[in-house]
Structure formats: C-alpha cells, structure tokens
C-alpha cells in the first residue's frame, strides 16, 4: 500500500521558525555559489560546442542528460539535484545523508534551460511567460509510502538558463526501525502543447565518504543513474 500526500514546497519541518529561517538562508547561499560554478561551467562548455561546430547548426547541450525535447546531443530542457544538506558546523556541512528525526536537511534542485539555439529560437525564448511545475518525490522505501512535494511557478522573458530551488525533507520519527528515502525529481512545462520534461538522473553528493574496509573513500561529487538515498533515524 501506498499512501501519497501532496505538500508545499518549503513545508513547516517542525523546527522553530526562527531555526528554519537562519538555515534556510545559509543553504540558499550556498545554492547560490554553487549556482554561478554551474553556470561558468556550462556557458565554457556551450561555447566550446559552438566553436566547434558552423554558427549555422551549432548546437548546446549539458551532460549528461535525459530531458526533453533533444535533436541529436541538443539537449532542451535538464534537471538535477543534490543529496541531502544540512546545516551543521561548517562547511561543506557533513553528514547530511544519515538524519536524525525532527533535524533540520534541505534538498537542492537545478534547473537548466538551453540558450543556444537550434533551427528554432533558444528554448530559454520558447519559455518566456510559460508556468512549470517541479516535483520531489520522497519514497520511503522501508514502509513502502511516498510523499509529494510540489513547487510551481512562472518564467519571465526570457526564461533563465540555470535556476535553483530549495525543498525542506520532512523528517519524522521513524519508530524503531530508521527509514531510507529515495528522492526523486520531475521537472516540466506545464502550458499546454510544450513538449518540455525532465526527471533527474544526476545528483551532486554533498558528502565526503570516507569509504568502507576495501571501499575507497569519494570526495563530494556528480553521481549518474545512482539512487539518491538518505537515512532517518530515532536519535
């Protein structure tokens, strides 16, 4: 049995506001940085594809990628995420993955739309005034219920190329058992007649894993097609 409720955004973590607030602002800041890294990244890598192509077929793209509409590389429309973050200590804030009921973890969401044109206009044009719609998915799959976390909006003209928001996880007391979350995110265009959607099949893992007997420790980094998973414990 699945149970599936529908919730703002940014809901009420059960934490005092004032708590919420200061650490809210702290991971907005540092969506923030990392956001202007994306976009440095992305704008090397869209001239790079241009330069290397006639300016008449030059085509973009952010890899990997799995969103829609595509022509050949040209990727349209992308999103990704991050693991968990929470605001403990210092930066880069860790562990974030292993969470304990009632704490305060965030989950940060990029949005990417391509600027470069095709035979049509950019797509950041195409979606100028259009409503989107971007969805966290949170399987608990320890008791096999879900929950839905729904933020919407609407571009201005043009539409942004990268864009971030943030969602606050709901952590509650699992009981005896700690409970591990799969988070999943859809992302699309909700005007009627755009062939816009993406889910994510990136995440950038905030955690430094210091590994495992044979494993090797991973510094943060980009995982592709990996499940973006958390724990949440009674402390």
Known sequence: MTAVTETPGIPDAGAAPALEDAALEKVTQWANAYL???TEKTHARLAELAAAKPAASS???FKPAIGEPTVGPYVGFDVAATSPIQITGFPPYQPSKVIAAGELAFLVVYMFINPMPTPFPPPTVQLGGRSWRLTLDLANITTMTSTKLVQTGTYGAPAPSLSFAIFTLPTPDPGLDA?????????DITDPGQPYAAFATNFFDVDDDPGFLFVPPSVPQWRHDTPNRYLVYRQ
Do not use: D, I
């Open 59 to 61: 085509n973009g793209h």
């Open 36 to 38: 202007a890294t994306l």
């Open 179 to 187: 409970a591990v979350y799969e988070a999943n995110v859809t992302f």
